[in-house]
């Protein structure tokens, strides 16, 4: 009898008779060999089984299940439910996952946690998107083509007896395309952005499109194909919410500056810090400082340490005069008194950020790698006029 010798070697702890084993295997499952209460491994999900003095209410069962993570229970039978604490913010749909969740986000939000708000506007009003970012198939042109209707003046809000792209009257098939990233910024998936389009007919696109390119193909037209437009989202890696210097979340006290400069010497034209708000409007809408030299900064107190990942600038006019800064440093720290100046990776040295080349228009810096710090300074390197910044600082308050 083979199956006899087999079983005596594996289980020689075990006494049986030999003869009656023998019998056994043939009319019968093989014997079970009895090693310890974790042979077989009663641990399920792939929990490993300790031999261990462990009793079970008043039972003796001689081992313990270690869970790998994600289950529980005596024997790793319960799958733990991840969404049972929520992790899912804004309205977001949590799915249980093997020691894990995902999060489907509603509308406007995005990030493992749906909680990055990506709604802000992209560039179309602010001129972050420039003119040779929008195309179209073609152009109208009007009083005996003096009067051309450009793409890139489909911006929202636009103003001026041209205030609109609009195609051509022979144009069959008509389109105008954006393109929302310069190729210079970096690798175009990294900056893959996740965008609403919010015409000024008010067209809302609910499902959102992650691309580079958005091209829109008006279907009902009357008398001309006319658009003025803005571009609604924010980058694929999130972060990049507006911080509040334009919504006026963060407040005044918290932004402060190296001098102040008064036109005329008036109080009543006090260019304070408080005012460098993007797109502020009024006589006085901007920070201008007192001195011009390199030795002046604009200072952001976020409160607590904040990454931020970009920049947004904007200069503006001093009773016509047209003053913005050309190029900047940002320094940033954590106390308030020792300051690190942002570096340039690759040149190890300053990094200088290009600024504006007008009063109006925005000018965005992607900060790559971000900033962690809860004081932020923009130091002006060059300027037009004297130093006058209107600002905003792209980023998020929460981490994973
Ligand atoms: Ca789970």
Redesign the pocket.
Known sequence: CLYLHFSLSLCDSVSFHPFLQCVQSFISPPPVCHRGPCHPNPCHNGGTCEISETFRGDTFIGYVCKCPS??NGIHCQH?????ERSPCRNGGICT??????SCECPGEYMGRNCQYKCSGPLGMEGGIISNQQITASSTHRALFGLQKWYPYFARLNKKGLVNAWTAAENDRWPWIQLFTVKKSVGSWKDHRIHIYIYIYIYIYITAPIEAQYVRIYPQVCRRHCTLRMELLGCELTGCSEPMGMKSGHIQDYQITASSIFRTLNMDMFTWEPGKARLDKQGKVNAWTSGHSDQSQWLQVDMLRPTKITGVITQGAKDFGHVQFVGSYKLAYSNTGERWLIYQDVKQKKDKVFQGNFDNDTHRKNVIDPPIYARFIRILPWSWYGRITLRAELLGCTEEE
């Open positions: 994600g289950f799958n733990v439910n991840e969404c249980d996952l093997v020691a894990n969740y």
